[in-house]
């Protein structure tokens, strides 16, 4: 039986994800401390869904190796999928901006996430030598969310509707805005220049006057879930689970 294992944060996700976790019998494990105890690293099925910061420490405790998407995945997208020019460099190349642009981490959520008017305004208390992504600046309509399993969406939500977060509003999306989405990430995966692993979560959009684009494919294990069906989600994180390499 799998073993959802949770930190000791908590959220709106991790509860949803507790809740479905007993609703399918499984056993549910929420962490003390930020380490994992001797009495789980023996558990036959861990299924972890954890922080982005401390995913790779725990998975190492229970003797595992995280998978995530490769760090210039998004910049090595074709064109046509991203519909805005995306450059992967170095957060000391990136201070050289004079000009605006969306900024981010490839993988994690170390610095926000967000446009900077220069390079002068990225943080600087990190190493100069730190992956990001630099990317045009463009207005995203919609944005989706989609837990994939071999290829195939498992489960899907809004979760930004011009910027704005649509937790307050339930996640309410039509069904034709959720059809569109689910067709156009069939098209994505289905695309031979894209590579994507057997579990992946991909954010979809629309972008004002140019369309449904790519915004970014994330791990699953510690990807928000929105309001996307937990179980669902689960059913996607159990094999990101049998799926992980013993180090």
Known sequence: MPTLILTPRYTEDSQALWRAASQLGWDVERLQTWRIPESLRSVGQPVL?????????????????????????????PEPLRKRKITLTTLDEARKLTRPAF???PNDKSFPAKVYATGNDLPDDFDDDTPVLVSDIVHWETEFRCF?????????????RDGELQREHNFAATPSELAQATEYIKQVIADPNVS????????????????????EQN????????????VRVLSVLEHVASSIKRA
């Open 49 to 77: 869904y954890v922080e982005a910061l401390f995913g790779p420490t725990l998975a190492e405790d229970l003797g595992l190796a995280l998978v995530e998407p490769p760090i210039d995945w998004l910049p090595n997208l």
């Open 103 to 105: 900024v981010k981490p």
């Open 148 to 160: 994939v399993l071999d290829g195939k969406p498992q489960a899907i939500s809004i979760y930004l």
């Open 196 to 215: 994507i692993g057997k579990t992946a979560v991909l954010d979809v959009g629309t972008i004002r006057d140019r369309g449904w684009a790519v915004i």
């Open 219 to 230: 791990a699953a294990w510690g990807a928000g879930i929105y309001g996307c069906d937990p």
